[in-house]
Each structure stands twice: as structure tokens, then as C-alpha cells.
């Protein structure tokens, strides 16, 4: 069982930068990898980036390459999204999720079991 905790979103003019932090519960959470996800009103939720359990690998949504930037602290049970240049169409709810087993490394949305509940970024123009 893992249990996930969303943390940093806010409010935010264009061009600025935004870290959020993804707090996961349990000994076995560094075996798990962690994706991101974001839901923007009325849009279904869709992918941003992941990670494997131990950092070494990562994965972003084409569209956002370049401007965000995941990564992971298994000392802290944390894993990070930083989302630099941020645009009006970043708005979204964002969600950290981890697969429904262990050492499991996918961006397929449905094989992700475990969700935080959600931070909500604005950005505003």
C-alpha cells in the first residue's frame, strides 16, 4: 500500500516557476516509480512525467520537455515536479500516482492504482 500526499501548487503569473512536492508513505515507496498527472476543467487528465523507483530513468509528455522537470529524494519519500516557464494552459489539478505494483515503470494512466488528491496550479496571465 502506498500513500501519497500532493504539496506546492498555488497561484502564479505567467513565466513563473513552480516546485511540487509528492510525499509518499511506506518502507517499499522507493521501490515504487511515481507519475504525474494534471486535470484541467472539463479536460480529461493526462500524462506529464514519471520516474523509476530509483531516479535513474524519467519520462515526460512531449509537449512539456524542456520546461518541467521531475525527480525524486528516497532519503525523504519525496518525489518533485519542477515547471518552469509556466503558461496559462499549465493550469490544471496535479495528481502523483504510483503503479499498482512495485518496479513497475509506465506512463498508461490505468496501471496507476495509488493517487494523491490533487494540487492545484493557476497560472495566471
Known amino acids: 500500500q502506498v500513500q501519497l500526499v500532493e504539496s506546492g501548487g498555488g497561484l502564479v503569473q505567467v513565466g513563473d516557476s513552480l516546485r511540487l512536492s509528492c510525499a509518499g508513505s511506506?518502507?517499499?515507496?522507493?521501490?515504487?516509480?511515481v507519475g504525474w498527472f494534471r486535470q484541467a476543467p472539463g479536460k480529461e487528465r493526462e500524462f506529464v512525467a514519471s520516474?523509476?523507483?530509483?531516479?535513474?530513468?524519467?519520462h515526460y509528455a512531449d509537449s512539456l520537455k524542456g520546461r518541467f522537470t521531475i525527480s525524486r529524494d528516497n532519503a525523504k519519500n519525496t518525489v518533485y515536479l519542477q515547471m518552469n516557464s509556466l503558461k496559462p494552459e499549465d493550469t490544471a489539478v496535479y495528481h502523483c500516482?504510483?503503479?499498482?505494483?512495485?518496479?513497475?515503470?509506465?506512463?498508461?494512466?490505468?496501471?496507476?492504482?495509488?493517487w494523491g488528491q490533487g494540487t492545484q496550479v493557476t497560472v495566471s496571465s
Open positions: 520516474i523509476t523507483w530509483s531516479g535513474s530513468s524519467t
Open positions: 511506506g518502507r517499499s515507496f522507493s521501490r515504487y516509480a
Open positions: 500516482a504510483a503503479p499498482g505494483r512495485s518496479m513497475v515503470f509506465t506512463t498508461t494512466l490505468g496501471a496507476y492504482a495509488y
